[in-house]
């Protein structure tokens, strides 16, 4: 995951949490959900970037394999 795309999910989850905070304190149901759906997102994207990473450190060993041959 590019540093970039880890900041961008960061600030989603502290965007989010924040909404969830305020939903908390206001007792505004929307703003609670919609918070908690931006954490989500967040999740999902770090999630995503993970699995692409993982993706591309196997790749990797597997091409330093085949060059030893």
Do not use: P, W, Y
């Not at 989850?13 to 939903?23: C, L």
């Not at 999902?44 to 692409?52: T, V």
Request: aromatic share 2%; net charge positive; charged share 35%.
């Amino acid at each position: 995951m590019s540093v970039e795309d880890r900041a961008k999910a960061i600030g989603k989850n502290v965007e989010g949490k924040a909404q969830e905070i305020f939903g908390n304190i206001t007792g505004n149901k929307k703003d609670q959900a919609e918070g908690q759906a931006k954490q989500a997102e967040s999740a999902a994207r770090h999630a995503a970037e993970d699995a692409k990473d993982a993706v591309k450190n196997i790749a990797d060993q597997a091409k330093r394999a085949i060059d030893k041959l």
